[in-house]
C-alpha cells in the first residue's frame, strides 16, 4: 500500500495563477483532509471531506476549492494564488475499523508550494 | 481561540536526557489523545496515542502522561536520541463526533550528540 500519496511534490507559481493539487489514498478511508504548515502556526485545516460527494470549510478556506469526485481522491484547488498561500500543503485521510469514528489521521509528504 | 496549547514552542536536549512536552486542553467532550512526528521534509505520522480511560501509555521509550483533572497530557521522551530530532504536534479529537481533530502548535526538538 502506497498510503496517502500527494501531487506535485514542489512548485512555484505566480499571483493569480491558478493550480490543483491532487491527494490520493489506497486504503479506502472515508475521511479526508487538507492543512496548510506554517512556521510557529502548527497544522491549519483549509477543507475536509466525510466521505464521497462530500466537502466542508475548515478554519482556513477562503481562497481554496475542493471536490472529492472519487471516495480514493480529494483535490484541492486554488484558482488565483497569493504569496500569501505560500506554505506546506498536507493531506491527510482517516477511518476507524468500525467505520464510525475518525481516530489516526494519516499525512501524504506534503506539496511546497511557492507563490511570488 | 486555540482549544490545545502546546507547550515549550521549542526544546534542546542532550543525547541520554528526558524531553518532555507539554498539552493542555480546554474541551473535555476530547476522548482521543494522539502524538504526531514529523521529520523535516515529511509529513506527521502518529507516534503513540491514549484514551482517559488511562493515566498513563508507555511505547519503548516514549510515554504519554494524561491528567484527566487538570485537563493536560504530555509526552516524554526518555533517553533522547539524535534521531529523535523533529517536530511534535499533541492533538485532541472527539470519537463519534467531530471528524475534525484539533492540533497543538508543535514542539520543535533538537537532540544534541
Known amino acids: 500500500n502506497a498510503g496517502v500519496t500527494q501531487t506535485p511534490k514542489f512548485r512555484v507559481l505566480k499571483t493569480g495563477q491558478s493550480m490543483t493539487l491532487l491527494c490520493a489514498q489506497d486504503?479506502?478511508?472515508?475521511?479526508m483532509y487538507w492543512y496548510r504548515q506554517d512556521p510557529g502556526m502548527g497544522l491549519r485545516l483549509i477543507h475536509y471531506?466525510?466521505?464521497?460527494?462530500?466537502?466542508a470549510k475548515g478554519e482556513v478556506p477562503d481562497g481554496y476549492n475542493v471536490s472529492r469526485l472519487k471516495k480514493q481522491n480529494f483535490l484541492l484547488g486554488l484558482e488565483s494564488a497569493a504569496p500569501s498561500q505560500t506554505s506546506v500543503y498536507f493531506c491527510?485521510?482517516?477511518?476507524?475499523?468500525?467505520?464510525?469514528?475518525?481516530?489516526?489521521?494519516?499525512f501524504g509528504p506534503g506539496t511546497r508550494l511557492t507563490v511570488l | 481561540q486555540q482549544q490545545v496549547k502546546q507547550s515549550p514552542q521549542s526544546l534542546i536536549v542532550q543525547k541520554g536526557g528526558i524531553s518532555i512536552i507539554n498539552c493542555a486542553y480546554e474541551?473535555?467532550?476530547?476522548?482521543?489523545f494522539p502524538w504526531y512526528q514529523q521529520f523535516p521534509g515529511k509529513g506527521p505520522a502518529l507516534l503513540i496515542a491514549?484514551?482517559?480511560?488511562?493515566s498513563e501509555k508507555k511505547e519503548g521509550r516514549f510515554t504519554i502522561s494524561f491528567n484527566k483533572s487538570a485537563k493536560q497530557f504530555s509526552l516524554h521522551i526518555m533517553d533522547s536520541q539524535p534521531g529523535d530530532s523533529a517536530t511534535y504536534f499533541c492533538?485532541?479529537?472527539?470519537?463519534?463526533?467531530?471528524?475534525?481533530?484539533?492540533f497543538g502548535r508543535g514542539t520543535s526538538l533538537i537532540v544534541h550528540p
Open positions: 471531506s466525510v466521505g464521497e460527494g462530500t466537502t
Open positions: 492533538a485532541a479529537s472527539i470519537s463519534g463526533g467531530s471528524y475534525i481533530p484539533t
Open positions: 486504503m479506502n478511508h472515508e475521511y
Open positions: 491514549i484514551r482517559p480511560d488511562v
Open positions: 474541551n473535555t467532550a476530547f476522548d482521543y
Open positions: 491527510a485521510s482517516s477511518n476507524h475499523p468500525s467505520g464510525r469514528r475518525a481516530d489516526t489521521q494519516y
